[in-house]
């Protein structure tokens, strides 16, 4: 069973950056793909990256650019760090870990993280 440990969320002004973390339990990290995922309030759940256990990635149109997802095995930990953020990103944040990747792209699993809520100001 894999438990999943995210912080770095906060409130930061407009153009401000931010840097997730999320660290999981267990010692297969490095043979598992990752997600980040976001929810507003009132909106569902989506993804905005995934990276495969080799380094794959993929993002959300919007946050093409601006956001970067990556991973150290070492430390069991899958980060997003998010640059040049707007209001609209506004959401709590959640890390998946251990679903797919298929044709370019991470399909949940069912372990997540409790969630780290960022907020942009404007």
């Known amino acids: 069973q894999v438990q999943l440990v995210e912080s770095g969320g906060g409130l930061v002004q407009a153009g401000g950056s931010l840097r997730l973390s999320c660290v999981a339990s267990?010692?297969?990290?490095?043979?598992?793909?990752c997600g980040w995922y976001r929810q507003a309030p009132g909106k569902q759940r989506e993804l905005v990256a995934g990276?495969?256990?080799?380094?794959?990635?993929n993002y959300l149109d919007s946050v093409k650019g601006r956001f970067t997802i990556s991973r150290d095995n070492a430390k069991n930990t899958v980060y997003l760090q998010m640059n040049s953020l707007k209001p609209e990103d506004t959401a709590v944040y959640y890390c998946?870990?251990?679903?797919?990747?298929?044709?370019?792209?991470?399909?949940?699993?069912?372990?997540w993280g409790q969630g780290t809520q960022v907020t942009v100001s404007s």
């Open positions: 990276i495969s256990s080799g380094g794959t990635t």
């Open positions: 267990g010692s297969a990290f490095s043979r598992n793909h």
């Open positions: 998946n870990v251990g679903g797919r990747y298929s044709s370019g792209k991470y399909y949940r699993s069912d372990y």
